[in-house]
């Protein structure tokens, strides 16, 4: 299953299809799916059942802020690696006059195993997933919907301040396939998010993610006229035990790896918590270290 999975992702691995494959939303009606989810309440305890065959990392990043044995706690079985802010940014190619660029790896030579995390919607809210990003420093870029994250967005406020340099950015009011939308309503989405997120957390957020990664030209239009710096997709999407690849079958250097605020009606039974051990266990055991995408752009 999980091999013939992946298969499905490699044969189909031209850009935007395989994006659009994994996706936040994979399944039937996203909003009404998240908007339910925004209404329950998370309750399993985290476990550390998971496989643990991690060898010892890379040992040369600089670490984080997290306590030396924080990582035992959360089911790891050795530190997190984190990679130190670059002396020099690296290049990042520019947009047309007008509109944003579009961001879906981070350009870093072969031998920079850095790789970035980001969460999408927020429709989980689970305070135990708080105490184990706190504890183990992770920078997160979040892309919240107002739609289900705005019910809490005290957690999230929680989950940027834990120390770890997390940041909160756009992924729309409502969610939707904003390939389907004019340009004004296009706009609406965007910067009515842009203003809900400004007045609630105090920052203009730079970074947008259109929903299901699917844009179009007046989306980059809109999103520099909202005041947005970047428009950023992924390559590689944790699922609920392993990650999805839109090209190849392992990490690469600079890949943004996007996952979810998702709750065990989404994973299978599987918590927050889980999921994000096992997508950790992944980049340990390719041999990777964890960046802050902001430092990056
Ligand atoms: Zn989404």
Redesign the pocket.
């Known amino acids: 299953m999980r091999y013939a999975r992946r298969l499905v992702a490699g044969t189909l691995a031209a850009g935007a299809l395989a994006l659009s494959l994994t ?3 994979e399944s039937v009606d ?1 909003i009404e799916r998240l908007g339910r989810k925004a209404t329950q309440e998370p309750s399993q305890t985290p476990s550390a059942s998971a496989s643990a065959t991690a060898p010892a990392p890379d040992s040369a990043g600089a670490q984080g802020g997290a306590s030396d044995e924080a990582y035992k706690k959360w089911g790891l079985t050795a530190p997190v690696q984190y990679a130190p802010k670059p002396a020099q940014k690296p290049q990042i190619p520019k947009a047309a006059p007008g509109k944003v660029p579009v961001i879906d790896r981070i350009p870093l030579p072969a031998e920079e195993k850095i790789v970035f995390l980001t969460f ?2 927020g429709a989980e809210k689970d305070p135990e997933f708080l105490k184990m990003a706190a504890d183990l420093k992770l920078p997160i870029s979040m ?1 919240l ?1 107002d739609s289900v994250a705005s019910s809490d967005y005290g957690h999230f406020e929680k989950l940027r301040d834990n120390g770890s340099a997390s940041t909160v950015n756009n ?1 729309t009011l409502t ?1 939707p396939n904003l390939r389907t939308l004019s340009f004004e309503a296009q706009k609406k989405e965007i910067c009515g998010q842009q203003d809900k997120l400004e007045k609630r957390f105090g920052q203009r957020p730079p970074l947008f ?1 259109p ?2 990664g699917n844009y179009n030209d007046d989306t980059l239009r809109a999103a520099s006229e909202c005041g947005v710096s970047s428009v950023l997709l992924w390559r590689v999407s944790m699922q609920i035990n392993n990650f999805q690849y839109a090209q190849g079958s392992a990490l690469q250097p600079g890949d943004i790896i996007l996952a ?1 605020f998702r709750g065990p009606s989404e994973l299978k039974g599987a918590t927050e918590i889980q999921m994000t051990t096992r997508m950790l266990q992944r980049i340990q055991e390719q041999g990777y270290r964890i960046g802050r995408l902001e430092d990056y752009l």
């Open positions: 996706g936040c939303g996203p999408d919607d892309f919907t992924h969610h993610r929903p299901f979810h």
